[in-house]
């Protein structure tokens, strides 16, 4: 191998040539320091000193240009120091390389996975004071129970689609046949887990992934149960009826009537209302149940969400101007004399967590309604489809629906919102989405009048 001697600079180093063969070139101003050129060009700085047995050792300090030629000066004395005094280097280097190895069972990267993304993706919060757990990891931990103590990189994707195929529901509703949605809605919490351990797709950037990243296989060698499931059709288009919203409205009120079996005081239940005011809204379940008090403009009637849930370009904030009907609705709420700036306007029982067990609600309003097959979600759909047979625009239901940012085709930036709120104040318009919000109010009520 070929050896050259002489003060190393950052000007020879970054003129270091591959010749096809590995070479050293020698520091003579830091003893032992030597730049290792690799067949192909990489340069990585090493030491050979003597330790105290007088054994001639080689230790890797770092490669450069990531380390720097006085970092590899200060490195190399110090490295030599440690082997006078007996230190083994190269061992403690290797035992830190092999922790640095050590993967995790699946439940530690589940997480490692919910610590790390919790405070940006709700699924993966934890659903209430009962439970320190996500949504997203209880749906894992079922479905892959089996797997979850297993070392992750030590299993195969037969074993994920075993997993998945074979899972039985523990808790069988009697209505579905089979498990198929709630194995694909964990399949598909736990495939960006797998990504992110590995550096794969959305988090192949540097920084994004786990450090250090686990050869773990990906979900997308597995099938999804759901895409032959003859029972699971995709995206749901269910509206209720107007016979069906005759029978719902009248239940939908403040304090909350009583339903079956259901124990919960009427005050204390802010459940029916919530449904009532996401009618009024067209506004996701999520959104309502975590709306604030200091969310609501009492001047101007604008609802201020901090964050809408877009498909494209991150998350974004919205301002919806709410109807006459939707402002009396949160008018007659306890809250709003009540309550401080930055508690929930639809509470649970405790008067301080998001509401839930909408399961159980929603089983005893059924029963009491005579209706089926329709669930909290579908409220919004049902506003939207209302506003669309009423002649609404399309474009201003995309608005109220959030799925379009209204001033994106003007070239109009983000903060123009509050002018724009304060324009309306002041000139006493009407907004387009709080006047289809008002007509659908008004049909709602007819509705409910007969």
């Known amino acids: 191998m070929l050896e050259k001697q002489s003060a190393l600079t950052d000007i020879m180093l970054r003129k270091l040539k591959p010749t096809g063969e590995r070479y050293e070139h020698t520091d003579t101003v830091a003893t032992g320091l030597r730049a290792r050129v690799s067949s192909k060009g990489k340069v990585s700085f090493i030491l050979k000193a003597r330790n105290a047995a007088s054994q001639l050792k080689t230790v890797t300090l770092g490669t450069y240009p990531e380390m ?72 894992i931990e079922r479905v892959y129970a089996r797997l979850l103590d297993r070392d992750v990189i030590g299993i195969t994707d037969e074993e994920f689609a075993h997993a998945v195929t074979s899972y039985k529901s523990f808790k069988p509703t009697g209505v579905k046949t089979t498990s198929n949605g709630q194995a694909s809605r964990a399949r598909a919490y736990l495939g960006p887990v797998l990504d992110w351990a590995a550096g794969r797709k959305t988090f192949s950037k540097i920084g994004a992934s786990r450090s250090p990243k686990l050869d773990v296989i990906s979900l997308a060698t597995t099938h999804d149960p759901a895409t032959d499931d003859p029972t699971i059709t995709g995206k749901r288009k ?109 509470p649970n029982a405790t008067g301080k967590g998001e509401l839930g067990n909408w399961s159980r609600y929603q089983t005893a309003l059924h029963e009491a309604t005579g209706t089926t097959d329709w669930h909290r979600h579908d409220l919004r759909r049902t506003g939207a489809t209302i506003m669309l047979s009423l002649k609404v625009p399309a474009s201003t239901i995309e608005q109220i629906l959030a799925h379009t940012n ?21 000139q006493n318009t009407r907004d387009p989405q709080e006047e289809a919000l008002a007509t659908l109010a008004e049909a709602l009520d007819m509705i409910s009048k007969g």
Request: aromatic share 6%; hydrophobic share 35%; net charge positive.
């Open 68 to 139: 720097s030629l006085k970092e590899a000066r200060e490195k190399a004395s110090n490295s030599r120091r440690d082997l006078k005094a007996g230190k083994d280097i190269n061992s403690e280097k290797r035992q830190l390389r092999h922790a640095a190895a050590q993967t995790a069972s699946l439940r530690e990267l589940i997480g490692e996975f919910e610590e790390r993304f919790a405070p940006s993706k709700k699924i993966w919060q934890p659903r209430g004071p009962r439970t320190t757990r996500s949504g997203a990891r209880q749906s």
């Open 238 to 346: 269910r509206v209720l009826t107007e016979a069906e919203l005759k029978a719902v409205l009248p239940m939908l009120t403040y304090p909350a009537p009583k339903l079956g079996n259901l124990r919960l005081e009427g005050k204390s239940d802010y459940r029916p209302i919530a449904m009532r005011f996401l009618l009024y809204t067209a506004a996701r379940l999520e959104e309502v149940c975590t709306m604030r008090w200091d969310e609501i403009g009492r001047a101007n009637g604008v609802w201020h969400k901090p964050s809408v849930k877009s498909t494209k370009g991150g998350p974004r904030s919205q301002d919806l101007p709410l109807s006459e009907a939707a402002m009396s609705l949160l008018r007659q709420l306890p809250g709003w004399e009540n309550a401080k700036s930055g508690e929930l306007v639809f």
């Open 406 to 426: 209204p001033l994106k085709g003007d070239n109009v930036g983000g903060t123009a919102s509050h002018y724009l709120q304060i324009a309306r104040v002041l």
